[in-house]
């Protein structure tokens, strides 16, 4: 009998650990799915024979220690500050990690030790990062077989609300980590553009996005995502002059984005007492509303420059800032209350579907032709929880998982992506199964 921890048992789960549980009983796995949360585990295990529930405080380390030591390996999708104290576990324990979330520093730290212990910590190996390498580096990896030259690499993801469940004036609902879109960005965004190195302040991201028509959708936008400098190296492309990896929205939401930016309500270090505090008064305190002979709108207006017709008017409306209903109590600082209120406004009904939209965009040089290369995936969710967002996500992480435990594949030992071909080609081989398709196109 072999033991899966998967720990962390939230929105991104559900594909994971269905995909474990059906495959338990023929593999001879017992599954321990551990959470803060008992009923979130209940609703995700449903009294499977081969599952057992750890309801524990991650923080604590003798009650994560002791699943940690009868694991065989250990599945994060917990948020990404915490997969480092699984790690230290792991490595203690002499386990195999694998995560969705981006290499932390301290993460990067443990590599030699890893490497020492022959274990594999694999990060980014969920949607956005984790599909993303994998396709990209099947891609390069083909055109360096037709002796092909890239010279621009631009890579496109987004978790989107699907056509038919798009009812706000956003164009936005939550199909992952609320607290994740109201960070995304914050640490500004760095990539490559015609051999020059672009720098872009967080104040600046959701500005001027640029629109992208990716085929039978409506034209999205773009933001840069953090810093793409990296990936050309781990990637192999040496020469390449554009490089970009991006976050897709629709525009609206881009240009609404960018207004609560500039109104100064993502921030994270206004602590806030919000006791008898509506969210009116609390956007006349934010905004320094003292002119009482225009009205409030006129004054955000005002702000942020445009009209009172202006269509981010109508969403930062509909967002319900100006009204006077109380605020949850407590103390909360502006980012945090703005959250609340999103995910009020932006929770998926159990009938609404998500759709994650992937799109590449490669140049290269070919017997002296240029080739335009595109490469696209769309993946419609099913309605509740199971969402195309958890589906990219968990599947990526269950598939390696099986792969290692069925000894199918070598783990890659170190801290490390799913670049290489020993991992990327079974698990993009697999996700087809799921419907998890790109189609590739010369344009």
Not at 167 to 185: C, D, E, I, L, Q
Not at 216 to 231: E, H, I, Q, T
Not at 237 to 266: M, S
Not at 388 to 411: D, F, N
Request: hydrophobic share 40%; aromatic share 8%.
């Amino acid at each position: 009998m072999q033991t899966i921890l998967v720990v962390g048992a939230g929105k991104s789960s559900i594909f994971l650990i269905e995909y474990l549980l059906e495959n338990a009983s023929r593999n001879k796995w017992c599954v321990i799915v551990a959470d803060g949360d008992a009923a979130a585990i209940a609703g995700k295990i449903r009294n499977h024979p081969s599952a057992e529930a750890a309801v524990i405080d991650i923080t604590k380390t003798s009650e994560r220690e002791a699943l940690v030591k009868r694991a065989d390996m250990v599945l994060s999708l917990m948020p990404p500050h915490l997969h480092i104290l699984l790690a230290h576990d792991c490595l203690k324990y002499k386990k195999h990690l694998i995560t969705s979330s981006y290499i932390s520093d301290e993460m990067r730290a443990l590599d030699e030790k890893v490497k020492e212990a022959g274990l594999m910590f694999m990060c980014e190996m969920g949607l956005d990062p984790g599909i993303d390498h994998m396709t990209a580096s099947k891609i390069i990896n083909s055109v360096y077989k037709v002796a092909g030259r890239i010279s621009s690499f631009k890579s496109y993801c987004g978790g989107l609300v699907a056509p038919e469940s798009d009812n706000n004036p956003w164009h936005y609902k939550f199909s992952w980590n609320p607290r994740n879109v109201v960070t995304a960005g914050m640490g500004g965004a760095k990539y490559l553009l015609n051999g020059k190195v672009q720098e872009v302040p967080y104040e600046k991201i959701f500005e001027n996005n640029k629109k992208i028509k990716i085929p039978g959708l409506n034209a999205l936008a773009y933001y840069p995502n953090r810093d793409s400098l990296k990936y050309p190296e781990i990637y192999g492309l040496d020469e390449v002059k554009t490089f970009l990896r991006a976050t897709l929205r629709y525009p609206i939401y881009c240009k609404g984005w960018d207004a609560l930016i500039k109104l100064g309500f993502t921030k994270q270090d206004e602590p806030i007492d919000t006791t008898a505090v509506t969210y009116a008064t609390w956007l006349k305190r934010k905004t320094g509303y003292t002119d009482t002979s225009i009205s409030v709108q006129q004054h955000v207006a005002n702000l942020l420059g445009v009209p009172l017709t202006d269509q981010v008017m109508t969403l930062i409306e509909w967002l319900g800032v100006y009204d006077e209903v109380t605020l949850p109590v407590g103390k909360y600082n502006t980012a945090e209350i703005l959250e609340e209120l999103l995910q009020r406004k932006w929770n998926m009904t159990p009938n609404d579907k998500d759709m994650v939209v992937m799109h590449h965009e490669i140049e290269y040089e070919h017997r002296g032709n240029m080739i335009n290369l595109v490469s696209t995936m769309q993946l419609t969710g099913e309605i509740g929880e199971r969402t195309a967002m958890a589906k990219t996500v968990g599947l990526p992480i269950g598939l390696l998982a099986s792969l290692v435990m069925t000894k199918k594949i070598k783990p890659p030992v170190g801290v490390v992506l799913p670049t290489m071909q020993s991992v990327y080609k079974p698990v993009l081989r697999e996700l087809e199964r799921f419907g998890i398709i790109f189609r590739d196109e010369i344009v």
